[in-house]
């Protein structure tokens, strides 16, 4: 139960002999909005021990100690949701995070002879971290090395299964000055995508939820790909200054006809429905359907592929993508999206927008004039580059590509696409180049190269995982 205690700054003492300061006291706090209380004051929360029992509501006169008084009903019901949420949060406030707490982003359920990896940030959509990506690798090779686990599942908390890589936090680093972490960062995820590559156990992602971007990248490489009626799948790279990463330009380029170079240069989402019908699914479920298809998955025994996959099919079930979407258009994506150049591709939709009247071809369209020019013309390259690279290749291609999209001379983009879409939300970034005609050849060139001659690339044990 959550105790509500009112006071006045000077009564607050957190186990000191004096005060707790003003510069203190705002990094101990969460606030309390005027529209969650109802009031015209504001107010802060502290935490004031590890308990959580007891919450001080600061309040600055006797008039707000009257109003917060009558609203400490409603306030209890904030509070308890605020802390809830701060649990989640502690390890980007000035908190110690333990290793515990980090080793909690990625859960680990066991039944059997199965064990099952869970994303766990859920307020943060399961957003992958650099020490998310270190557990996973430890995780997975140390199943792969039991003889008694024979197969491995993953999933995510909440109404998300990945939302891809935590690029606040890279954003934050950027700003910060430190390139070091941001190497970290792509370094630990991509080797994880290739472990997962090359994973020699069945493996079953549960994409129930939002799976973007690195989220993508964590499911798609492995045996099994269960969406749901709830599933959302897209690579909306481009639409921050970036490029489709963590595998994407292998992914992307196997899909078929132009569907890749649509979904990489565009962001646009797919359904579980139709990410069953293009192959980037495997099986599809209805989510209500999920824990009983997981409950079956966990009374097997075995390490057999075949078995695993005649599970699935007995808990799956056929999918009809809408005639209307993407799918049904695969020979328009064709003949749009097959020209060499993005200006050919911009040229093509607007000449069938015209001819056709069609809703999809605009709504195309202004997504493309939305997104980066130059990432427009990087995506581009780097998908049909993928269609004639093996994953590790890709892997090491696009971890060259990153680096430079982050801590090159071309990371503006990057900073300007997340602070307009994520940090200031004006939906307003300011691209440099700002139009397609001032993208150089040379520039996209530079974005496919090392940073520097000494710069090492990404390091996959090749030689090591195919030879097992």
Not at 123 to 149: C, F, S, V
Not at 332 to 357: P, Q
Request: glycine share 8%; net charge neutral; aromatic share 6%.
């Amino acid at each position: 139960m959550v105790n509500i205690i009112l006071v006045k700054p000077s009564e607050v003492n957190l186990g000191s002999d004096r005060p707790i300061s003003h510069e203190k006291r705002n990094k101990r706090h969460l606030r309390v909005s005027e529209s969650e209380t109802s009031v015209s004051s504001r107010v802060s929360l502290i935490l004031p021990n590890k308990s959580r029992e007891r919450v001080v509501l600061l309040v600055y006169n006797e008039d707000e100690r009257r109003l917060m008084h009558n609203a400490k009903g409603l306030l209890g019901r904030i509070v308890r949701d605020k802390l809830w949420r701060f649990e989640y949060r502690r390890s980007f406030c000035s908190l110690k995070v333990t290793p515990e707490d980090l080793d909690n982003q990625v859960l680990v359920e066991g039944s059997g002879c199965s064990r099952t990896a869970i994303l766990n940030r859920p307020p943060a959509l399961n957003a992958l971290t650099t020490h998310m990506g270190y557990r996973l690798q430890k995780l997975y090779k140390n199943w792969e090395e039991d003889p008694n686990i024979g197969f491995v599942m993953m999933k995510g908390s909440g109404r998300a299964f990945c939302a891809g890589g935590d690029i606040v936090s890279l954003y934050k680093l950027m700003k910060r000055g430190s390139p070091d972490a941001i190497r970290e960062f792509f370094w630990s995820l991509y080797s994880f995508i290739y472990l997962l590559g090359t994973y020699l156990k069945p493996h079953v992602a549960i994409l129930n939820g939002v799976t973007m971007g690195g989220g993508t990248g964590v499911s798609i490489p492995g045996t099994f790909r269960v969406a749901t009626d709830r599933s959302i799948f897209a690579t909306p790279e481009t639409i921050i200054g970036f490029h489709p990463d963590a595998g994407a330009s292998f992914n992307l380029s196997h899909l078929p006809g132009r569907l890749g170079e649509y979904l990489g240069l565009t962001g646009l989402k797919l359904s579980g429905a139709e990410m069953l019908a293009c192959g980037l699914a495997t099986h599809y479920i209805r989510s209500e359907e999920v824990p009983v298809m997981e409950e079956q998955l966990k009374n097997l025994l075995t390490d057999d592929p075949s078995v695993v996959e005649s599970c699935l099919e007995k808990c799956s079930e056929v999918a009809h993508p809408e005639k209307t979407g993407v799918l049904g258009r695969i020979d328009l994506l064709e003949k749009c999206f097959g020209h060499d150049t993005v200006e050919e591709i911009i040229d093509s939709l607007e000449m069938e927008a015209s001819r056709r009247k069609d809703t999809w071809c605009t709504t195309t369209l202004r997504r493309l004039k939305e997104t980066s020019p130059l990432s427009l013309k990087v995506a581009l390259r780097s998908i049909r580059e993928g269609r004639f690279q093996t994953l590790d290749q890709c892997l090491i291609r696009e971890y060259r590509m990153s680096l430079q999209g982050t801590i090159g001379p071309m990371s503006g983009n990057f900073c300007e696409g997340v602070r307009a879409r994520l940090i200031d939300k004006d939906e307003a970034p300011k691209w440099d180049p700002p139009s397609l005609e001032k993208v150089s050849e040379d520039m996209v060139d530079d974005y496919f190269s090392a940073l520097t001659a000494t710069e090492p690339d990404l390091d996959l044990p090749i030689k090591l995982r195919e030879s097992i």
